[in-house]
């Protein structure tokens, strides 16, 4: 009695269409995920105007308009330097009118404030928290003017 079996070469042939489809499932769904991580925190729009007061004080005027589905809550705001160091404005300065720190924001708001900080700071970010996915996300940094 003969048996009958595949050939090497198409057993080769399988084995790597497998390895090619598995790879390619992988690669589809690491995409996913990093377009969905670069897409954070674009719901939410910042737009900040800075005043000198003096030569070392400055008054910066923050617009923060929540464009994403859920509502938000502002956990901080944070200042970078110009020589690149960053700095959490809200618990070094108690100069923020009016106080917006743990203020909700429904999808479709705006809330407008303005803070006192030193005249070195260059760009303003803000953290907030996604109340609907539980998430802590950050705006990109907006340059001050």
Same mark, same amino acid.
């Given at each position: 009695m003969r048996k009958r079996? +595949?050939?090497?070469? /198409?057993?080769?042939?399988?084995?790597?269409?497998?390895?090619?489809?598995?790879? *390619? +499932? *992988?690669?589809?769904?690491?995409q996913k995920s990093l377009t969905t991580m670069e897409n954070m925190g674009q719901g939410v729009n910042i737009m900040a105007n800075s005043q000198?007061?003096?030569?070392?004080?400055?008054i910066i005027y923050i617009k923060i308009t929540n464009d994403m589905q859920s509502q938000i809550k502002i956990t901080g705001i944070y200042g970078i330097y110009q020589n690149g160091t960053q700095e959490n404005i809200t618990l070094s300065s108690n100069n923020i009118v009016p106080d917006v /720190?743990?203020?909700?924001?429904?999808?479709?708001?705006? /809330?407008?404030? *303005? *803070?006192y900080t030193s005249s070195s700071l260059q760009s303003i970010f803000l953290q907030y928290n996604d109340t609907q996915s539980n998430t802590i996300m950050s705006t990109q940094p907006v340059n001050l003017k």
């Amino acid at each position: 009695m003969r048996k009958r079996s +595949l050939s090497n070469l /198409i057993g080769t042939v399988i084995l790597i269409s497998a390895t090619l489809i598995g790879g *390619v +499932l *992988v690669y589809n769904y690491f995409q996913k995920s990093l377009t969905t991580m670069e897409n954070m925190g674009q719901g939410v729009n910042i737009m900040a105007n800075s005043q000198t007061i003096s030569s070392n004080s400055q008054i910066i005027y923050i617009k923060i308009t929540n464009d994403m589905q859920s509502q938000i809550k502002i956990t901080g705001i944070y200042g970078i330097y110009q020589n690149g160091t960053q700095e959490n404005i809200t618990l070094s300065s108690n100069n923020i009118v009016p106080d917006v /720190i743990n203020k909700y924001i429904n999808p479709g708001e705006s /809330i407008s404030f *303005v *803070v006192y900080t030193s005249s070195s700071l260059q760009s303003i970010f803000l953290q907030y928290n996604d109340t609907q996915s539980n998430t802590i996300m950050s705006t990109q940094p907006v340059n001050l003017k």
